[in-house]
Structures are given as structure tokens and as C-alpha cells.
T-cell receptor, first 115, second 115 residues
Framework: KAGVTQTPRYLIKTRGQQVTLSCSPI?????VSWYQQTPGQGLQFLFE???????NKGNFPGRFSGRQFSNSRSEMNVSTLELGDSALYLC??????????????FGSGTRLTVV | DQQVKQNSPSLSVQEGRISILNCDYT??????FLWYKKYPAEGPTFLIS?????DKNEDGRFTVFLNKSAKHLSLHIVPSQPGDSAVYFC??????????????FGQGTTLQVKP
């Protein structure tokens, strides 16, 4: 069974640009969550989508947005990039609507560097 | 406001001995706690979880203990192996239907198992 696939793996963007990251969950999984990992802040929750609806949102500015398609694939978008947006962006998928008592499966992440 | 804390940034143990990783939390509404293992440039890998209504869960070499009165959980790895060397994250899931996809992570503890 294929895991969670994130594309691209690496990305370099210039300040002020926008970026779109993609996440394909495990087949059958309907929940996709996004996280940002930085050395200073650790792993922080961005948002979660379930059945194409945003179900939960973290404390990030409106420049960070996302969506989920009918096939459960999800994208996140960051507009007007800042240097501080440089991070590893991770998505996780879950099979149950409530996540169950098993762990969320993470992808390998997209390493975004803003210059 | 850091709701999940791992106060030890690093831990070093000898192969074959027990590794004990600790985690404290402040929010009594968390309904599940999870432990993840992470290598650099990869996504976290789920290890083990525990429901807030349990006090112990065991899976092979990994055991998680939950002390709700102290708002403390720990991960025991017995026996420790060099391949266990990685960063370990404690995570908590918010209770209630609105927080099922949201995990709050600790800052991580780097475990080194020496041969």
C-alpha cells in the first residue's frame, strides 16, 4: 500500500513569490493535515481537511491556505513568501474520520527555502 | 503557550539498556497521546499511542505510560538498539470532534544509543 506522497521534495523560492505544495494521502484516507517544522518552533499544525472541508486550523496568517479535492489529494498554498517561511512542510493522512487510536501517517515532506 | 513539553533535548544510553523519554502536557482535554520517531529530512514515523482512559500501552520493545494526575507520559524502549537513534516526538490530540485532526507536538528529544 503506497504511503503519503508529497511533491515536490525540495523547492527554492524568492521572497514575495507564492508556492503550492501537494499531498496525496494513502488510498482510502479522507483526512489530510498539514504541519510546518522549523528549528525554532518545532512541528506546528497548519490545518486539516476532511472530505474537502477544512475542519481545523492552526495559528498561521492568512497567507497560508489549503484545499482538498474529491479524491482526497490536498494542496497548500503560501502567498507572499517571507524568509521565515523556510521550513519542512509535512502532511499526514488518517483513515478514520476521527483519526482513531492509531497514528497519522506522515509523508517525507517538502523542504521549502525562501531566499 | 506550549501545551506539550519535552524538557530533555537529548538522551544517550548504552545498547541493551532502557531508554526513557518523557513528556508533560497541560491540557486535560487531550484524548490521545502519540509517539513518533523522526530522522532528518524525513517525515515522522508513528511508534505507539495511548488513549487518555488508559495508563499503559505496550507494543514490542515500546511501552508508553500515562499518568493523568501528573499530566505526564513516558516512552520506554527496552532493550535499546543503535537503530533507535533518532529524534522522538511526543504528540497530543485535542479532544472533541473539532480537534480530531490536530496534533500538538513537543519539541523532541534526540536519542543516541551507543553500541
Amino acid at each position: 500500500k503506497a504511503g503519503v506522497t508529497q511533491t515536490p521534495r525540495y523547492l527554492i523560492k524568492t521572497r514575495g513569490q507564492q508556492v503550492t505544495l501537494s499531498c496525496s494521502p494513502i488510498s482510502g484516507h479522507r483526512s489530510v493535515s498539514w504541519y510546518q517544522q522549523t528549528p525554532g518552533q518545532g512541528l506546528q499544525f497548519l490545518f486539516e481537511y476532511f472530505s474537502e472541508t477544512q475542519r481545523n486550523k492552526g495559528n498561521f496568517p492568512g497567507r497560508f491556505s489549503g484545499r482538498q479535492f474529491s479524491n482526497s489529494r490536498s494542496e497548500m498554498n503560501v502567498s507572499t513568501l517571507e524568509l521565515g517561511d523556510s521550513a519542512l512542510y509535512l502532511c499526514a493522512s488518517s483513515g478514520s474520520g476521527t483519526g482513531g487510536n492509531y497514528g497519522y501517517t506522515f509523508g517525507s515532506g517538502t523542504r521549502l527555502t525562501v531566499v | 503557550d506550549q501545551q506539550v513539553k519535552q524538557n530533555s533535548p537529548s538522551l544517550s544510553v548504552q545498547e541493551g539498556r532502557i531508554s526513557i523519554l518523557n513528556c508533560d502536557y497541560t491540557n486535560s482535554m487531550f484524548d490521545y497521546f502519540l509517539w513518533y520517531k523522526k530522522y532528518p529530512a524525513e517525515g515522522p514515523t508513528f511508534l505507539i499511542s495511548i488513549s487518555s482512559i488508559k495508563d499503559k500501552n505496550e507494543d514490542g520493545r515500546f511501552t508508553v505510560f500515562l499518568n493523568k494526575s501528573a499530566k505526564h507520559l513516558s516512552l520506554h524502549i527496552v532493550p535499546s538498539q543503535p537503530g533507535d537513534s533518532a529524534v522522538y516526538f511526543c504528540a497530543a490530540r485535542g479532544g472533541g470532534s473539532g480537534n480530531t485532526g490536530k496534533l500538538i507536538f513537543g519539541q523532541g528529544t534526540t536519542l543516541q544509543v551507543k553500541p
